[in-house]
C-alpha cells in the first residue's frame, strides 16, 4: 500500500456551504489556482446541478488548473451526473463524486427507502458516472452512523461497479477516533476488492474530533483525506488542511506523506479566510494568529532558551514570518529584556527589575504591553545602562 496521502480539497464545496461565505466564480479561480500551487491532489469545484453559478465555477475552474483533479459533486441522479459530466468538460482529470446515504436514519427517514434500493441506486450511479468517462468518487453519505455489514456490502458492489475512489464520511461528526478507525479497519478486512480502489475519509467536527477522526482513518488505511482550508464547513467545519498536513509532517513516525507545500500554508489561509468573510480564531491550530505567540513568563523563558521548548513547528514551515513574545502581566524579566533589547537598550540587575515593576503597573491596566510603552517606559528610567 503506497504511503502518500491524497488531499481532496472541498474548500469550494463544503466550505463555501457556511451562510454568508459564498464566493463568486472569479474569487474561486483565485482560490482554485492557490490550491493548487499548494499540492493539492483534488479540487472539489462545487455542485454544478445546484445553480448556474455553481455549474459556472467547475467550467471555468477546470479550465484555469491543469496539474489537480478537478471534481464535482452529485447525487445519485441522472440529471446531477449528467450536468456534472458537462460541466468537467474541459478538466486535463475530471472526477464524478456521486454517492447515497448509508446509514439507517438516512435510508429510512431520508430517502424513505431500504438498504437493497439504495445499493442498487449506489450501483447505478456509479456505472452511468463511469460511462461519461471520468474518475469516480463515490460517497457513502453517514458512514460514521451505517451498519457495518451493510457498509461493507455497499463499498464492495459500487468497488465492482467502477468507482475508482470510495468516500466513507463522517457527516454528522458523530465517531470516537478509534472507532472510526476500526470502521476504516473493518472495510479493509472484509471488502474483498478493496485494493481496487482508493478509501477516503471526510469528517465533520460537530465533536471537535474531525482531525483525530481523519488521521485515525489515515493509519487505518485509507488514503485520501478530504479536508478544508481553516477546517471552515457545514455547522462545526469540517477536517482542517493545514492541521492534517503539518501532523503528518510532524510525526514522521505515521511514515505517511502529502504533497503539500507547507510554507504556503499561512498565505492561502489568509486568502481564504479574507475572501470568505469567515476570520480565523485566534488559538486556531497552525494558522490563528496566537499559534506561535507566547505571554506566559515560564513559556517565554523556556521558548528564548531554546525554541523547541515549547514550538513543535518552526513557523517558517507554514509561512508564519516568525513567532512573537506578548507582553503582558504574565511575562517574566527574561521576555522583557529580549524585547527591550529588540528596541536597542539594554538593561541588567537593579535596572532590569526596576523597568520590570514599571512594566507589571502598565501591563495590569493595558493588557497588552506594545513597543510604544517600551519606548515610554525606558525614557521614564532615571539611569540606563548602555
Known amino acids: 500500500m503506497s504511503n502518500k496521502i491524497q488531499i481532496f480539497d472541498t474548500t469550494l464545496r463544503d466550505g463555501e456551504q457556511v451562510p454568508g461565505c459564498q464566493l463568486k466564480t472569479d474569487e474561486k479561480i483565485i482560490i482554485a489556482r492557490e490550491l493548487e500551487a499548494l499540492g493539492v491532489d483534488v479540487i472539489e469545484a462545487g455542485f454544478p446541478i445546484s445553480s448556474p453559478g455553481d455549474f459556472l465555477s467547475v467550467v471555468e475552474i477546470s479550465k484555469a488548473v491543469k496539474d489537480v483533479v478537478v471534481c464535482g459533486l452529485t447525487r445519485s441522479k441522472k440529471d446531477d451526473i449528467d450536468v456534472a459530466a458537462e460541466a468537467l468538460h474541459h478538466a486535463k482529470c475530471g472526477r464524478?463524486?456521486?454517492?447515497?446515504?448509508?446509514?439507517?436514519?438516512?435510508?429510512?427517514?431520508?430517502?424513505?427507502?431500504?438498504r437493497e434500493k439504495v445499493l442498487e441506486q449506489g450501483v447505478w450511479a456509479v456505472k452511468y458516472a463511469k460511462a461519461k468517462g471520468y474518475e469516480v468518487e463515490f460517497f457513502a453519505e453517514d458512514a460514521g452512523r451505517a451498519d457495518l455489514a451493510f457498509l461493507a456490502q455497499l463499498t464492495e458492489a459500487v468497488i465492482a461497479a467502477g468507482a475508482d475512489v470510495v468516500n466513507i464520511p463522517d457527516t454528522t461528526g458523530y465517531c470516537l477516533p478509534h472507532l472510526y478507525g476500526k470502521r476504516i479497519q473493518y472495510l479493509f478486512e472484509n471488502v474483498k476488492n478493496i485494493e481496487k480502489a482508493v478509501i477516503s475519509v471526510h469528517c465533520h467536527n460537530d465533536l471537535g474530533l474531525a482531525t483525530a477522526n481523519t488521521i485515525a482513518g489515515l493509519i487505518h488505511g485509507?488514503?485520501?483525506?478530504?479536508?478544508?482550508?481553516?477546517?471552515?464547513?457545514e455547522r462545526a467545519g469540517n477536517t482542517s488542511l493545514e492541521e492534517v498536513a503539518m501532523i503528518l509532517q510532524v510525526h514522521k513516525d505515521l511514515d505517511l506523506h502529502t504533497n503539500i507545500k507547507s510554507e504556503r500554508i499561512f498565505e492561502i489561509s489568509q486568502l481564504v479566510s479574507e475572501r470568505m468573510?469567515?476570520?480565523v480564531q485566534a488559538n486556531k491550530a497552525?494558522?490563528?494568529?496566537?499559534?506561535?505567540?507566547?505571554?506566559?513568563?515560564i513559556h517565554q523563558?523556556?521558548?528564548?532558551?531554546?525554541?523547541?521548548?515549547?514550538?513543535?513547528?518552526?513557523?517558517?514551515?507554514?509561512?508564519?514570518?516568525s513567532s512573537s513574545i506578548v507582553?503582558?502581566?504574565?511575562?517574566?524579566?527574561a521576555a522583557l529584556k529580549h524585547r527591550?533589547?529588540?528596541?536597542?537598550?539594554?538593561?541588567?540587575?537593579?535596572?532590569?527589575n526596576t523597568l520590570y515593576e514599571n512594566f507589571l503597573i502598565v501591563a495590569d491596566e493595558k493588557g497588552n504591553?506594545?513597543?510604544?510603552d517600551l519606548q515610554v517606559l525606558v525614557a521614564n528610567m532615571p539611569v540606563l545602562t548602555r
Open 340 to 352: 527591550v533589547e529588540l528596541l536597542g537598550h539594554h538593561f541588567d540587575g537593579e535596572e532590569l
Open 222 to 233: 485509507a488514503r485520501q483525506a478530504e479536508v478544508t482550508i481553516n477546517g471552515i464547513g
Open 301 to 321: 523563558d523556556g521558548f528564548l532558551k531554546h525554541a523547541e521548548n515549547y514550538e513543535i513547528i518552526n513557523p517558517a514551515d507554514v509561512g508564519v514570518p
Open 327 to 333: 507582553l503582558t502581566a504574565r511575562s517574566g524579566r
Open 277 to 279: 468573510r469567515m476570520p
Open 369 to 372: 504591553v506594545d513597543n510604544e
Open 96 to 114: 464524478i463524486h456521486t454517492g447515497i446515504g448509508s446509514s439507517d436514519v438516512h435510508i429510512k427517514h431520508k430517502f424513505k427507502s431500504t
Open 286 to 297: 497552525i494558522v490563528g494568529k496566537n499559534a506561535f505567540a507566547h505571554s506566559s513568563g
